[in-house]
């Protein structure tokens, strides 16, 4: 890290897009907006692993209302920069979730192939209802439509890093969002 907020990282520079503070108060609003319209009913969150680590972490510490945690994987990009849009699940649930106030959770929607993909795995368990959350969508990218209740930023074409998301399984501890320097 410089002074003018970039780093390099497998050989790319990135510079911040999202920082931190606006990060953290898009979360507060989305764990609130959750507060709101699931109060009384318990919600749990379905964490999407491993991207969405850390914005469900900080989510779920937004939210004051009961609510329960658990988590998928599946796999699909590897080091790729863009979506292959092949998925596989590589971790299911444990929770029991027939009757229950299910919310699935990701760090990003891109092509939106792993959004329906898990919204098609949740539907079989039979939930009372069902929603999505995610930090980031890439309207542009966007290939099938699946419905997104809670937004956190809509977000040009962009390879982004930080903030759970990696490059090449590097970069997911950086508490900001980066793209690469030349981008945009
Ligand atoms: C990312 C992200 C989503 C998916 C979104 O996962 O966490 O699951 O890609 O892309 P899509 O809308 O085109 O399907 P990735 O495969 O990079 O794994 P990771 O979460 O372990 O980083």
Do not use: W
Not at 113 to 129: E, G, V
């Amino acid at each position: 890290m410089n002074e003018n907020q970039s780093l390099t990282l497998r050989g790319d520079t990135f510079r911040i897009y999202l920082d931190r503070k606006t990060i953290q108060e898009r979360v507060a609003e989305l764990g609130r907006m959750i507060s709101t319209d699931y109060d009384g009913r318990k919600p749990i969150l379905i964490g999407v692993l491993n991207g969405a680590f850390m914005f469900l972490a900080d989510l779920m510490r937004s939210i004051d209302i009961e609510c329960e945690v658990d988590f998928l994987k599946l796999s699909s990009y590897g080091v790729e920069k863009i979506s292959s849009g092949v998925v596989h699940e590589l971790k299911k649930i444990d929770a029991p979730i027939e009757g229950r106030h299910v919310i699935v959770v990701e760090d990003i929607v891109d092509t939106g192939l792993s959004m329906q993909f898990i919204m098609d795995i949740m539907k079989k368990y039979r939930p009372a209802s069902l929603s999505a959350a995610t930090l980031l969508h890439k309207t542009a990218a966007t290939r099938v439509e699946v419905p997104l209740q809670y937004v956190g930023f809509k977000i040009k074409n962009l390879f982004v890093i930080g903030y759970g998301l990696d490059y090449g399984q590097l970069g997911r501890n950086l508490p900001d969002i980066y793209i690469i320097e030349e981008e945009e």
